[in-house]
Antibody, heavy 123, light 112 residues
Framework: QVQMVESGGGVVQPGRSLRLSCAASGFTFSKYALHWVRQAPGKGLEWVAVMSYDGNSKNYADSVKGRFTISRDNSKNTLYLQMNSLRAEDTAVYYC????????????????WGQGTLVTVSS | DIVMTQSPLSLPVTPGEPASISCRSSQSLLHSNGYKYLDWYMQKPGQSPQLLIYLGSTRASGVPDRFSGSGSGTNFTLKISRVEVEDVGVYYCMQALQTPLTFGPGTKVDIK
């Protein structure tokens, strides 16, 4: 069955960096676009970034553009999120999610989600 | 950016009764290909979100048929024909037409 497992979260000081990973299994990883979506404590969902199936297209939320970088390694079935210059407002549970399509936007939605990894930015 | 709004933000429901959530977008979500790029997600307490509806009205795999989605270019509705206790959670609409993808604020559904 499809599984997506995030890792790499933790407590980090403002201005520092962190890299999240999302290990996927149970499907042909290289055929799907992949997202990062976050949820601040007690808040709603916020889309962060997406990468196309082949890595050739990526898009970001304005709130993270220039600070976060999404990448993938199709040989390792793993999605990454490099987060630099972290701010207190980046504190959230970060979910990776598979899109049912190869490219985004104009796609069909996040059909599988991981359990999330908590990132806390605090001094 | 496309702004998504939902109403109500809180919805107490009675098991066995119908329920309805409205979602509006600041721009039409109707693509030139004829599809409406609007998704519905449900997040049960303590769980990850799950996809209920995509392309405005298509149920995702495994979603019970008591859930249905409908709508025009900017006005969408999620209906639950007969609410069950397991339907408690927060429901989000999300536009998938253009980046940045944007979610509505969420509608919290709980039992009266």
């Amino acid at each position: 069955q499809v599984q997506m497992v995030e890792s790499g979260g933790g407590v980090v000081q403002p201005g520092r960096s962190l890299r999240l990973s999302c290990a996927a299994s149970g499907f042909t990883f290289s055929k799907y676009a992949l997202h990062w979506v976050r949820q601040a404590p007690g808040k709603g969902l916020e889309w962060v970034a997406v990468m196309s199936y082949d890595g050739n297209s990526k898009n970001y939320a304005d709130s993270v553009k220039g600070r976060f970088t999404i990448s993938r390694d199709n040989s390792k079935n793993t999605l990454y999120l490099q987060m630099n210059s972290l701010r207190a407002e980046d504190t959230a549970v970060y979910y990776c999610a598979r899109d049912g399509s190869r490219v985004v936007p104009a796609a069909i939605g996040c059909d599988y989600w991981g359990q999330g990894t908590l990132v806390t930015v605090s001094s | 950016d496309i702004v998504m709004t939902q109403s109500p933000l809180s919805l107490p429901v009675t098991p066995g009764e119908p329920a309805s959530i409205s979602c509006r977008s600041s721009q039409s979500l109707l693509h030139s290909n004829g599809y409406k790029y609007l998704d519905w997600y449900m997040q049960k307490p303590g769980q990850s979100p799950q996809l209920l509806i995509y392309l405005g009205s298509t149920r995702a795999s495994g979603v019970p048929d008591r859930f249905s989605g409908s709508g025009s270019g900017t006005n969408f509705t999620l209906k639950i024909s007969r609410v069950e206790v397991e339907d408690v959670g927060v429901y989000y609409c999300m536009q998938a037409l253009q980046t940045p993808l944007t979610f509505g604020p969420g509608t919290k559904v709980d039992i009266k």
